[in-house]
């Protein structure tokens, strides 16, 4: 197992940057943990599955997410906890990490 630790950045990039170094092309996301800036997150509308909604938060939250990397390409869905005691889920497009920081936890599938 490897833990990804980003103190700094946008978080899918960094990720996917470290993987590369690691040379983990397909794996588990089995945990991610952190604190966010601002990040994006998609949801599919009731009416068509196929179709995302992309919406962009620029508001601080907390996160826990678990995923897969496909091909060196993380996919993450995350619980954003963010002020008033309110959650947004998703797929994860984007995250900026600053004044927290964010733990992945990853394990690599065999080629």
Same mark, same amino acid.
């Given at each position: 197992?490897? &833990?990804?630790?980003?103190?700094?950045?946008? &978080? =899918?990039?960094?990720?996917?940057?470290?993987?590369?170094?690691?040379? =983990?092309?397909?794996?588990?996301? *089995?945990?991610?943990?952190?604190?966010?800036?601002?990040?994006?997150?998609?949801?599919?509308?009731?009416?068509?599955?196929?179709?995302? =909604? *992309?919406?962009? !938060?620029?508001?601080?939250?907390?996160?826990?997410?678990?995923?897969? =990397? *496909?091909?060196?390409?993380?996919?993450?869905?995350? $619980?954003?906890?963010?002020?008033?005691?309110?959650? $947004?889920?998703?797929?994860?497009?984007?995250?900026? *990490?600053?004044?927290?920081?964010?733990?992945? !936890?990853?394990?690599?599938?065999?080629?």
């Amino acid at each position: 197992m490897h &833990l990804i630790e980003i103190k700094n950045g946008e &978080l =899918i990039e960094t990720l996917q940057a470290r993987l590369a170094e690691l040379d =983990i092309a397909n794996g588990a996301i *089995v945990s991610l943990i952190g604190g966010v800036d601002s990040f994006r997150l998609s949801t599919m509308p009731a009416a068509d599955a196929t179709k995302d =909604i *992309v919406t962009d !938060y620029d508001v601080p939250a907390e996160m826990t997410g678990t995923g897969e =990397i *496909v091909n060196g390409a993380p996919h993450i869905h995350v $619980v954003m906890a963010i002020e008033g005691d309110k959650g $947004v889920s998703g797929h994860l497009h984007a995250a900026t *990490v600053g004044t927290w920081f964010a733990n992945v !936890y990853v394990v690599p599938l065999d080629a």
